[in-house]
């Protein structure tokens, strides 16, 4: 049997069919449901400036659109400052075919969906008429006040790629697509239309970087071991803190096997899961295994989007093992709140996460993870396939 469409799909966005007085309803419940539910709301934002903003925004209510709703909304939730807490995007968020990744003071587009191969490597100038420099100021807006510039610089990435963010900030003039002002490493600008995907919508990924480098090959599972023969090296690339039994036997198994001279664990792409997992299958084995757990034997890859599980792993290895933290600083503060819980708003059904629960993974003034051995990723490096921290590892005797 074959399917055929024979019109548009029905647009996911209930949002869209909301009267003002819903609106109204909508916000009155959002933050009072927040500031209820979490266990510190106002350690980050005083009372009267999260109270104001509210009241800023049910002013403004009556004549905004549903995206530039969502955006006031999450500017709120991001008042209370921990990575955990913000408005989650809808289905029908109206993703671009583009990821963004910033090298210095470059924005430049790593990936695309087939048919926008021209734009792979350049960076962006502007997105539609605004500047890019004031395009990330607008985005910055709707990140966790609380958290590390590399946290926010990431979620700031991410934005300028979502059409009903890019539209609620008001830089495009609707949510379906957006115009990229565009310059090559020649300096030569041109512009490019990028058309949302549609909900659920896959694509395959093209990338800048060639070859694709170890840490972004595609994985099958939540990680995955690869014995670097020639440097007599474990390279394992955890990806989440989730299924980490298989992966944890794996890893055992190749130490036992072949008695490699280092250990790699990466986290720099991992999302989060539960840090007990990571506890019981990655950190304890590797702490209790003395052929590993000495000094230039054992290496954790970090960097900004290590984050929650991946965070407070992070944090373990370093306290209970004598690992070498190699990368970029990560992005979530390791003393702040986790635990995160979800809560729907009534009308418009938009998903609320808060974060529960106070951990504090870090002892000392300064409120961050930073690498032992700091190595920054050149756009250079990275576009010809080499992954700098990883380099730096196997090059050490």
Not at 163 to 180: F, K, N, V
Request: net charge negative; hydrophobic share 40%; glycine share 6%.
């Amino acid at each position: 049997m074959e399917l055929h469409r024979v019109g548009n799909a029905v647009p996911l966005d209930r949002q869209a069919g909301l009267t003002t007085a819903q609106w109204h309803e909508d916000l009155t419940f959002f933050a009072t449901q927040l500031t209820s539910l979490h266990p510190d709301a106002f350690a980050n934002t005083p009372k009267a400036k999260f109270d104001a903003a509210v009241a800023e925004l049910d002013g403004k209510l009556d004549h905004l659109n549903p995206d530039e709703i969502y955006v006031g909304l999450d500017r709120i939730a991001n008042l209370i400052g921990d990575g955990h807490t913000y408005v989650d995007f809808p289905p029908d968020s109206a993703n671009l075919p583009l990821d963004i990744m910033r090298f210095g003071a470059d924005s430049r587009i790593d990936m695309v969906a087939p048919g926008y191969e021209r734009a792979l490597g350049t960076r962006i100038v502007a997105i539609q008429d605004t500047p890019l420099a004031s395009a990330r100021e607008l985005a910055a807006t709707a990140t966790p006040v609380a958290e590390t510039t590399g946290l926010r610089d990431r979620r700031i990435d991410a934005h300028l790629t979502i059409g009903m963010m890019l539209h609620g900030l008001g830089i495009t003039p609707s949510r379906d697509s957006a115009r990229y002002l565009l310059a090559d490493d020649d300096g030569k600008q041109f512009t490019m239309d990028f058309k949302a995907l549609a909900p659920g919508e896959r694509t395959k990924w093209i990338h800048a970087a060639s070859p694709l480098p170890l840490a972004e090959q595609p994985l099958d599972g939540s990680a995955a071991c690869t014995y670097l023969r020639p440097a007599n090296t474990l390279y394992c690339n955890v990806r989440t803190i989730l299924q980490l039994e298989k992966p944890s036997q794996q890893m055992l198994e190749l130490i036992h096997l072949e008695h490699p001279a280092k250990v790699v664990i990466d986290l720099r792409q991992n999302g989060g899961g539960d840090y007990n997992l990571g506890l019981q299958y990655l950190v304890r084995p590797l702490a209790e295994d003395k052929s590993i757990n000495r000094k230039g034997h054992l290496f954790i890859l970090i960097g900004p989007d290590s984050f929650s599980a991946a965070m407070s792993n992070a944090a373990q290895f370093r306290t209970m093992t004598r690992a070498t933290l190699v990368g970029e600083p990560i992005g979530e503060r390791p003393n702040t709140y986790q635990e995160p819980r979800e809560f729907t708003i009534p009308n418009s059904r938009l998903v609320v996460r808060y974060s529960t629960r106070f951990y504090r993974f870090a002892t000392g003034p300064e409120n961050i993870i930073a690498p032992d051995k700091q190595v920054v990723p050149s756009w250079t490096d990275y576009k010809a396939g080499r992954d700098d921290a990883l380099e730096w590892i196997l090059e050490q005797k």
